[in-house]
């Protein structure tokens, strides 16, 4: 029931019925496994979480075997969850390590990298720049951070790391002066404050998802065939849902089977076309819900060819301008082979090219540019508003008794 390893589909979840976890739609019996499988889950993957996590992985981490291998020995230790599910717990993990230690990595050479980025700020008793601290800023100046940033530019990422792991842990300075190992120290320590051991269900609207196999799925037909054929004959508009109901293995050791009602409705039918498939299944338990997931998959199409092809579309995303579309018409034969090794060009190679290959732009037709201000906009007029209720709750615990203030903006606190 799960992805497999097959390269050549395309894939797409699509929701197959949601069910809150009150007694409205589920038994009292099946909500309560739902609730312990999830709670059972969530200590499972953080038991997991604490045998691999690197408390500084500047000192060196676990390679995937390693993980492999320690969390291996972790699953036979735990109790008290269907093995199935332990798996899927410690399955999930892996990844969640090693976005945390990367962000950590990351942060360290980014914030080197641009150590010289100024805040736009001139009140010299507010921090000047993004990526030193206030108590620092006096004691460097901004040539030497020009100096650094040209310095760490020209070492390429591992050298970096080398560096902040030889200042931080090694405590090799020789050859720095003192005030890059100021900078240095002090970019790691906030970089070290934010990295933390990744918490599954820290977020109380944590949901665990979980890919179904043979293994949990006790229906004695098996449903994924089942739900491709009620998708197929769901031709008259009239019918709203086809019903269909999961059996998934209780969490716990020989327990009798959860039985979920699935309902598969036309929004999700409008997913499929001739060529999708059902391919697998998955559940999703949130902290009042149960949704299953039908993952629905379609073979990639065929690389469309260059004959006749007389325009071409080029496309930019980003933040404030969201996505920018240009139109170009043709003026000189392109080959397969010459698309392809464009197509893969680096950010740098493109930046190279570019640079060597202008264009007057009259074979330009149209181009569109859609503006993502107002949505920033809005985010900050929400983030706003959230602040000073923040700030209200705040001096409502000091000051019980003081009035109340409305907030400024588009919408009135309630």
Do not use: W
């Not at 293995?249 to 409008?270: H, Q, T, V, W, Y």
């Not at 464009?342 to 190679?349: D, G, L, T």
């Not at 732009?361 to 983030?383: E, T, Y």
């Amino acid at each position: 029931m799960a992805y497999g390893n097959s390269k050549n589909l395309q894939r797409r979840a699509i929701p197959t019925g949601k069910r809150a976890l009150d007694a409205t739609d589920l038994p009292s019996g099946k909500l309560a496994d739902l609730k312990i499988l999830r709670e059972r889950y969530l200590a499972a993957a953080n038991s997991f979480v604490g045998v691999v996590f690197t408390e500084e992985p500047l000192t060196g981490t676990l390679s995937q075997n390693d993980m492999h291998d320690i969390l291996l020995v972790k699953h036979k230790e735990i109790s008290g969850l269907n093995k199935a599910y332990v798996e899927k717990a410690r399955l999930s993990v892996p990844n969640a390590i090693r976005q945390v230690e990367d962000r950590y990595l990351n942060s360290l050479y980014g914030r080197l990298l641009h150590c010289a980025s100024p805040t736009g700020e001139t009140d010299p008793a507010k921090r000047l720049y993004l990526n030193i601290p206030l108590e620092l800023q006096d004691k460097v100046t901004s040539q030497q951070l020009e100096q650094m940033e040209k310095k760490y530019a020209g070492l390429g990422y591992k050298d970096v790391l080398q560096l902040v792991r030889d200042v931080v842990v090694d405590n090799k300075t020789d050859s720095l002066c003192l005030e890059e190992v100021l900078v240095v120290k002090a970019i790691h320590a906030e970089c070290r404050e934010r990295y933390r051991k990744p918490v599954f269900g820290s977020d109380p609207r944590f949901t665990c998802q979980i890919h179904l196999d043979y293994r949990v799925i006790r229906n004695k037909v098996d449903p994924v065939p089942e739900l491709d054929r009620g998708a197929r004959i769901l031709v008259d508009k009239a019918n709203r849902k086809f019903h269909h109901f999961l059996e998934i293995s209780n969490p716990l050791p020989r327990g009798k089977a959860i039985r979920i009602p699935l309902a598969m409705s036309n929004k999700a039918l409008k997913q499929f076309d001739e060529n999708s498939a059902v391919s697998s299944l998955l559940v999703e338990i949130g902290p009042d819900a149960v949704t299953v997931g039908t993952i629905i998959a379609k073979p990639e199409g065929p690389v469309p060819g260059l004959d006749g092809i007389t325009h071409l579309i080029g496309r930019d995303f980003g933040m404030v301008n969201t996505v920018s579309l240009t139109v170009v018409k043709i003026d000189k034969e392109i080959s397969r082979e010459e698309v392809d090794r464009i197509s893969a060009f680096s950010r740098q190679e493109a930046l190279k090219y570019l640079e060597g290959n202008s264009h007057t732009g009259d074979n330009v037709v149209q181009r569109i540019r859609f503006s993502g201000r107002k949505f920033l906009d809005a985010i900050k007029s929400q983030c706003d508003r959230i602040d000073y209720l923040l700030q209200q709750a705040g001096e409502a615990e000091r000051n019980p008794l003081r009035p109340y203030r409305s907030c400024p903006g588009r919408y009135a606190c309630r």
